[in-house]
């Protein structure tokens, strides 16, 4: 019986960590460093592959309301799996992290980026839709330029009202301008859902 409890807790656990789940696609992690070095992270975290070719990211630019958009590369993302865009002219230490470059992935920190499902259903986004902050949107732990920002794991929902207040701190944590060692993975705490099958990118974002 104690065996019996303990291969449980321990499937459990094993299930748990196997994959934890959001309701949808994420953006997971953005950086505005020097020079040419912009990049965003995004994080599949649900349970079934997603077609990225159905997502796009519209960036607002200095509060415009006018997007410019940027379609995301044809092809599944598994669960678990990050997709990384760089801006083309970025160093080449970001350029290797890269899935998919795009000279529109263009952003200063006074920007405002939305990913979008079918060209128009709001997945989740950063930054306010309409406003110019000034240089950057800021808060007690930092500002949205010259820094990396990585989403809580424990976000687990996309923000998807793109013109209320936009407070970094609610949601990220802030790192020093041109870290990089986040970009390719993630973890969102989510709560267990069990796998039948573990993937390359389930494997890194939880053991990473
Ligand atoms: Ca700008
Ligand atoms: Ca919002
Ligand atoms: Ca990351």
């Excluded at 990396?148 to 209320?164: E, K």
């Excluded at 705490?189 to 039948?196: L, N």
């Amino acid at each position: 019986m104690q065996r019996i409890i303990f291969l449980t807790a321990v499937i459990c656990l094993c299930a748990g960590g196997a994959l934890a789940q959001t309701d949808n696609l994420l953006i997971t992690e953005y950086v505005e460093g020097s020079g040419n070095n912009m990049a965003l992270e995004i994080f599949n975290g649900t349970e079934d592959l997603i077609n990225l070719g159905d997502y796009s990211i519209d960036r607002y630019s200095n509060g415009s309301t006018d997007p410019v958009n940027i379609p995301l590369t044809t092809g599944d993302l598994e669960p678990g799996d990050t997709w990384v865009i760089v801006n083309p002219q970025a160093d080449s230490a970001l350029l290797e992290l890269a899935d998919q470059t795009d000279d529109n992935l263009n952003f200063s920190g006074d920007d405002a980026l939305v990913l979008v499902f079918n060209g128009t259903q709001v997945v989740d986004s950063f930054g306010q839709v309409g406003v110019d902050p000034g240089d950057y949107w800021s808060c007690d732990e930092g500002n949205t330029q010259n820094h990396t920002l990585r989403r809580l794991s424990s976000i687990c929902t996309g923000d998807t009202d793109i013109y209320d207040e936009f407070d970094p701190c609610l949601e990220y944590s802030f790192f020093p301008i041109d870290v990089f060692t986040g970009l390719g993975y993630h973890m969102a705490d989510c709560g267990a859902v069990a796998t039948d099958h573990t993937t390359w990118g389930t494997l890194k974002a939880n053991f990473r």
